[in-house]
Nanobody
Framework: QVQLVESGGGLVQAGDSLRLSCAAS????????IGWFRQAPGKEREFVAY????????RYADSVKGRFTISRDNEKNTVTLQMNNLKPEDTAVYSC?????????????????WGQGTQVTVSS
């Protein structure tokens, strides 16, 4: 079983950047597909990006494509979400999640393990 802890959230202005980290313990993160999701107040949790354990394939939500980059550092047992040109609509709690199988990785319910989340607030 893997434990996930997110960090790097904060309050920034529109156009700024943030770098979120998802640190794993208990098992090597290299054996998991990792997804980032976010949930804004009053809204359902939505897919942001994922990276596969095999091949490091990535996929992004249309709303963040070209602004966010997901990457993994297996030696440091972390996955990072670099967020550039942030917009007020990016405001949400961001969570990382892990699954060892490879189902449809854009679906929240396909993930087995979740971190507690980190708040990102973007002011206009």
């Amino acid at each position: 079983q893997v434990q996930l802890v997110e960090s790097g959230g904060g309050l920034v202005q529109a156009g700024d950047s943030l770098r979120l980290s998802c640190a794993a313990s208990g098992r090597p993160i290299s054996t998991y597909n990792i997804g980032w999701f976010r949930q804004a107040p009053g809204k359902e949790r939505e897919f942001v990006a994922y990276i596969t354990w095999r091949g490091g394939n990535t996929r992004y939500a249309d709303s963040v494509k070209g602004r966010f980059t997901i990457s993994r550092d297996n030696e440091k047992n972390t996955v990072t979400l670099q967020m550039n040109n942030l917009k007020p609509e990016d405001t949400a709690v961001y969570s990382c999640a892990a699954v060892s199988a490879t189902p449809i990785l854009t679906y929240t319910y396909n993930y087995d393990y979740w971190g507690q989340g980190t708040q990102v607030t973007v002011s206009s």
